[in-house]
């Protein structure tokens, strides 16, 4: 064979085996992409996750990691962070907040107590609103505390205040939702404590754009038999809240509640609203980002 016969097909087998080599190495380095890639989220379950939690992380970054998830909002956040939430294309899934020194956020200052009635009233005919025209839907309200008053006049008086501004609700499109919290561990005193006064309410206002946001966590404590409960009352609930029990941390194995059938059990009811996590992790990694991350994954059903 002549040297240039050589030289030729050394060329063309070291172009072969680099071209190989290449090939190899782009269909190795997609198959890392592949594997690294957050995986999409089934979207049965439409989940958030509550701001509170992660109040050391910049408001921002939890709006981008939060996208990065497959969240579709942010819970519990005022008009101060609504434009963030648009940007990162993200929605308030839960509204509250403070309006020219209007609050609407005091949990033991509520409907139950007629004294608050007067301020109230303004400050969520306000809320209902700016709340309507930043295009979002649900807003949260709070019983208040008994302080020594019984179950029935507390009832009494939040259908007496509330009826006063479902009408406006109604009129921008949004949704009331009472938050039930326990009394036992977390809110001494706080009246909605527990679902059938809540849904007693519900009944007596006798509005859809009346609803109870039910905590998991804070019923587990209260009453237990989450699913079975969930199933009777679902029409009453417009939103949902999680956290483990005991502790108020991540839905792992340290805690009582397992999550999925939880969640499958919201899901066969047909509901369309959100899911927030409202955990507080121990786990900080990353602000606690990857605890919220497996958080997310164990609720996509």
Known sequence: MSKNRQNINRRDAIKTLTLGSSAMAI????????????????????????????GKMPFEDLAKEAKKIGLVGIDLIGAEGWDVLKKHDLISTMC?????????????????????????????????????????????????????????????????GLSQIIPIAEDYGVILQMELLNSKVDHADY??????????????????????LYDIYHMQIMEGDIIHTIRDNYKYYGHFHTAGVPGRNELDEKQELFYPPIMKAIMETGFNGYVAQEFIPRDKTNYGMDSLSKAVKLCDV
């Open 191 to 212: 009246m909605c404590d527990n679902s059938n006064w809540g849904v007693t309410l519900c009944k007596a206002l006798d509005s859809d754009h009346f609803k109870l």
């Open 96 to 160: 509250y907040g403070d309006l020219e020194g209007k609050s609407t956020r005091s949990l033991t200052n509520g409907w139950c107590d007629e004294r608050f009635h007067n301020d109230l009233i303004q400050n969520y005919t306000r809320h209902i609103k700016l709340v309507a025209g930043a295009g979002w839907k649900n807003l949260i309200c709070f019983s208040g505390n008994r302080r020594g008053m019984s179950d029935e006049k507390g009832l009494e008086n939040c259908i007496k």
């Open 27 to 54: 269909s190795k380095l997609n198959s890392m992409t592949t594997k690294n890639k957050i995986k999409p989220l089934k979207g049965n379950i439409k989940q958030s996750v509550c701001r509170w939690c992660y």
